[in-house]
C-alpha cells in the first residue's frame, strides 16, 4: 500500500470512529486500487516501467503522472505537460518474414522507464504534488463504503433508486449490491479517467 490517504484523514473525512484501525488500512488500500484501476492510471508516487502506445506526435503518455524524470528510453526526450515525446517512430523493425507471409507490423510502442505520480494527500515533495483532494476524499469515502458493506437483500432487478429514512441513493444505472464505484462516484472521478488506453499496454509496474 503507499498510504496516499492515511488513516487519520479517513476519519476526520468520514467521521468513522469505530472501526478495526486495520480493517481501514486494508479497506484503503482496496479503495486506492480501485480508483487506479478505474481511472487507468496510477497515482502514487514512484519509478515505473510500461509498454506504451507511440502517438503520431512521437509522444507517449505515463499512466503515472505528474512526471519527473524518465530513465529509459536513454537519450533524446522531452516531457510535455502528461506526455512524453521520445522521437518519431520508425515502423521497422517488423515481424519476421512479413515480406514472404501476410504478417503485418505491430503498433508503434515502447518499452519506458520513468518517475511520476503524486505524494500522499497534503504532502509535496520538491515537484510532486500531494494528492488532489477530490481523489483523495474518494478514496476515503470508497474506504468507508468497504468497511461498512450496504444490505439490500431481495433487491428487485433493474432497480435505480433505494432510500433508508432520509438517506438514499439513485443513479441512471440499475443498483448493483456490492459495487465499489458507483454511478456518482465515477462522475467524481471522471476528470482523471486517462483516456485511449489500449488493450496490449501493460499496466505501470515498479521499475
Known sequence: MSGLVDGGLYVRWTGDTTSN???VTAALADAEAAVDEHCHRTFAYGSYTE???IYPD???YPSATPLVAV???AGQWSIQGA???IGWWDPYPILANTYSSAQGGYPPQTTITYTGGYQAYGITTGPTPGLPVKVARAIAQLAWK?????QLPNLPGNVNSVHV???GYSGTKPLTVGELIDDA???TLSGFVRRDVRAWQTNAKPA
Not at 146 to 150: D, L, M, T, W
Open 21 to 23: 484501525p486495520s480493517d
Open 51 to 53: 509498454t506504451l502506445y
Open 58 to 60: 512521437g509522444k507517449v
Open 71 to 73: 530513465t529509459n528510453p
Open 83 to 85: 506526455g512524453v515525446w
Open 146 to 150: 468497504s468497511v461498512h458493506p450496504i
Open 165 to 167: 429514512g432520509d438517506v
Open 185 to 187: 462516484m465515477a462522475q
